[in-house]
């Protein structure tokens, strides 16, 4: 099992930044990829950025050049750090680390954190 714990979110003005992180702990040698997800209007959870243990970043077009996710040495927290933030930013950031054990794979979620951005 894998926890991730998220903080960071917050209340900002458009055109101002915040940094998320994201803590996990556990069966860490089961991730190798961990990211950022995000509620659409639909509550889907859709991709805003992701990492893998080589640190390869793939970023959702609506982001890119705007949000930076980096992780620390260890791999046990990762950040996202986003700036520019627009009203359209506004929604429930959650954590997600995924991998596998054998051949299963593995999906954990964090409880989320609520980004709110006022024009």
């Known amino acids: 099992q894998v926890q991730l714990v998220e903080s960071g979110g917050g209340s900002v003005q458009a055109g101002g930044s915040l940094t998320l992180s994201c803590a996990a702990s556990g069966s860490l040698w089961s991730v190798n990829t961990m990211g950022w997800y995000r509620q659409d209007p639909g509550n889907q959870h859709v991709l805003v950025a992701s990492?893998?243990?080589?640190?390869?970043?793939d970023y959702s077009e609506f982001v890119k050049g705007r949000f930076t996710i980096s992780r620390d040495n260890d791999k046990s927290t990762v950040f996202l750090h986003m700036t520019n933030l627009k009203p359209e930013d506004t929604s429930v950031y959650y954590c997600?680390?995924?991998?596998?054990?054998?051949?299963?794979?593995?999906?954990?979620w964090g409880q989320g954190t609520r980004v709110t951005v006022s024009s």
């Open positions: 997600n680390a995924r991998g596998a054990v054998g051949q299963v794979p593995v999906n954990y």
């Open positions: 990492i893998t243990n080589d640190g390869i970043t």
